[in-house]
């Protein structure tokens, strides 16, 4: 039976995209002994007992005639953190290898760290599938860590995360009621915002900060000195007006001093109560952090980042600036 589909190749990528993987490089040497390393997300796992996977390579890629002589190649599984090092692999013909600390494992592949999982594997099978090659292996070692993994789908890479179970509450059962529902971004994100600071709240309270004060103190740990309207710009968006009288105020406290500019720099006893606030922050971060998991984190750093672009009205930069002294 002849059936020839002409599909537009586009779109079916695009249709196969629809599938969400996880992205790996798989390394090996080639017959000069040089390093060989390609980003694949067609890794599959095959058989459990016994341990069999597979990935396949476009029958085109420069790495071909390496992977297809050699019997021994490693998957490694990319932690979310490695999207650079997957798009160093997915280009052709670069020096892959120049920076890559390696390590020994139990073939002579190139064994690369900081991944979520690593599988070393024996050349089983090679069959022919069209475009590609598909080589299937038996894992010989692996191992992994708890670094959440990099995903991608839709022709992007992604971050995962588990579909949050819906906590049941009085308020949630008959939200169509009430205009104010639980869901309201706004909502989520003030709650989370005080829910946050309350663990800083008595440090402040204690140094007789108040949020105005801890902002600008904060502002010039990263950047200083600052004059007044730049400083005033910059904390502009909490709604809090940081005028001269503020910062007189802080002066007069000797934890900010005025320099010649005329501009505002922190003291030594301003630096000390901002590294101390910080300090406290970060232990609530990671207090929070260790209850959400490692993965989840990721996820509301990346969510957050992308909401704080979507409404930046247009605030000067801030850690970029800071980067670049
Ligand atoms: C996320 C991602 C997944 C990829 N998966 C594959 C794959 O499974 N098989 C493949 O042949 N190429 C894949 N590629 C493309 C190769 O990484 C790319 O063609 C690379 O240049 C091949 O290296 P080489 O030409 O040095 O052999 C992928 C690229 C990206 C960014």
Not at 22 to 44: E, H, K, L, Q
Not at 79 to 103: M, P, Y
Not at 114 to 131: H, L, N, V
Request: with cysteine.
């Amino acid at each position: 039976m002849e059936h020839q589909q002409h599909f537009d190749p586009r779109d079916f990528r695009q249709a196969l995209g629809m599938f969400a993987t996880g992205v790996t490089i798989v390394t090996t040497r080639g017959a000069d002994g040089a390093p060989v390393g390609v980003t694949a997300n067609s890794f599959n796992s095959v058989s459990i007992d016994p341990p069999l996977v597979l990935w396949s390579l476009a029958k085109n890629a420069r790495s071909l005639d390496a992977f297809s002589g050699s019997d021994h190649w490693n998957v490694h599984i990319l932690a979310h953190e490695q999207e650079a090092l997957s798009n160093l692999f997915a280009r052709a013909g670069e020096d892959k290898f120049g920076q890559q600390q390696l390590e020994q494992g139990v073939s002579d592949a190139p064994l690369l760290p900081g991944c979520s999982a690593r599988f070393q594997c024996k050349t089983m099978f090679q069959y022919d599938g069209g475009d590609h090659t598909i080589f299937v292996g038996q894992v010989l070692s692996y191992d992994r860590t708890q670094r959440p993994p990099l995903l991608y789908a839709m022709g992007q890479y992604a971050l995962a995360s588990r579909k949050a179970q819906a906590v049941a509450t009085e308020a949630q059962a008959d939200t169509s009621a009430s205009l104010y529902s639980e869901n309201l971004l706004g909502y989520l994100l003030g709650r989370a915002h005080y829910q946050f600071l309350a663990g800083i709240r008595p440090l402040l309270n204690e140094r007789s900060l108040t949020d105005a004060d801890f902002f600008v103190l904060s502002l010039l740990s990263v950047q200083e000195p600052l004059p007044a309207a730049e400083i005033a710009r910059h904390i502009a968006y909490t709604g809090i007006d940081v005028g001269s009288v503020l910062l007189q105020q802080l002066c007069d406290r000797a934890l900010l001093r005025k320099t010649d500019a005329p501009a505002y720099a922190l003291t030594d006893a301003g630096r000390d109560a901002i590294l101390h606030v910080v300090a406290a922050a970060k232990a609530e971060e990671a207090d929070v952090l260790e209850r959400m998991g490692e993965s989840e984190a990721a996820l509301l750093r990346n969510l957050l980042k992308q909401f704080v672009r979507a409404t930046d009205p247009g605030l000067p930069t801030l850690w970029t600036a800071a980067a670049a002294q």
